[in-house]
């Protein structure tokens, strides 16, 4: 498609990339021009917003928390060791369910919610740690996971540390205000309510000028999407909360095709409420 079709949300792109102005939080954000789902590629090479490939971020979280009743012991207990790496090597898959498993104990899991609404916080990351201070020319160090989750129902940022070795959390860490990349179940979520809310009425006509199909599921869409802070006074008082809550701009693209502008919306994901931005 050559031309550009402007259409109920101000306009469908097509073609590799497009630029686009910054307001709030970010001075200039490039749509990515390719169709895949990692958000990067286009003419420039930049990525578009924050990184919207983690590849299956929340999902651990969204599946403990689901409403099957948890055996007394099981989550507490470590999972068996399985696929260890070394060194720094990057965390095995067998790590990564383990560290998650260790993390996820029972009163984490009981006390709070996820980007759904279910039992247990959403997982955004799982990363291997940095060595301590003493550690870093130490062949034998042990290797640490850090594992990051975000409790929607207090909007807290919990971090933990857990010791690979030993199969136990080091420390714990919680703090509000602080808002990491999103995790592609949160773009889902977001997605999801805007489709549903009254405001997402552009964003279903635009795709279906573009492919003829009702817009009913983010699974038709590929998402880009960034964290949205408030700015004072350049948003409408209903995004002031933005930054301690988690909102989201989302950038989504037709999948084999164009991409829709949808900036001016924002989604709040700890009210689960929609809004448009002034100016």
């Known amino acids: 498609m050559r031309t550009t079709v402007r259409r109920h949300l101000g306009k469908v792109v097509a073609g590799t990339a497009i630029a686009v102005a910054a307001t709030a939080a970010m001075v200039a954000v490039t749509l990515p021009g390719t169709a895949g789902a990692d958000g990067t590629g286009g003419s420039t090479g930049q990525a578009a917003g924050a990184a919207a490939g983690q590849q299956g971020a929340g999902q651990g979280a969204g599946q403990q928390g689901g409403a099957a009743a948890v055996e007394p012991g099981v989550v507490e207990e ?3 060791e ?3 790496g070394k060194g720094r090597d990057p965390l ?7 560290v998650e498993r260790i993390a996820l104990n029972r009163q984490l899991l009981d006390a709070s919610e996820n980007v759904d609404g279910d039992r247990g916080p959403q997982r955004l990351s799982v990363d291997l740690a940095e060595p301590e201070a003493d550690e870093v020319d130490d062949a034998d160090a042990p290797r640490r996971a850090e594992v990051t989750f975000y409790d929607y129902k207090d909007d807290t940022l919990v971090t933990k540390t857990v010791n690979l070795d030993t199969g136990k959390v ?3 860490g919680t703090q509000q205000g602080v808002q ?5 179940a949160e773009q889902d979520e977001a997605a999801r309510l ?4 009254p405001l997402g009425a552009g964003l279903k006509a635009d795709y279906k000028d ?4 009702e817009l009913t ?3 038709q869409l590929v998402l880009a999407g960034m964290v949205y802070r408030a700015s004072p006074g350049a948003q409408p008082a209903a995004f002031d909360q933005c930054g301690v809550h988690r909102c989201v701009r989302l950038l989504p693209k037709v999948k084999n095709g164009p991409w829709i502008d949808a900036r001016s919306l924002v989604i709040d994901l700890s009210t689960r409420t929609v809004g448009r931005l002034t100016g």
Do not use: F, N, W
């Open 217 to 219: 599921s983010p699974d």
């Open 82 to 84: 399985g696929a260890r």
């Open 170 to 172: 080091e420390s714990t």
């Open 92 to 98: 095995t898959d067998d790590e990564i369910t383990r």
């Open 194 to 197: 805007l489709i549903a809310d």
């Open 180 to 184: 990491p990349p999103l995790s592609s």
């Open 210 to 213: 573009a492919t003829g199909k």
């Open 78 to 80: 470590a999972p068996a």
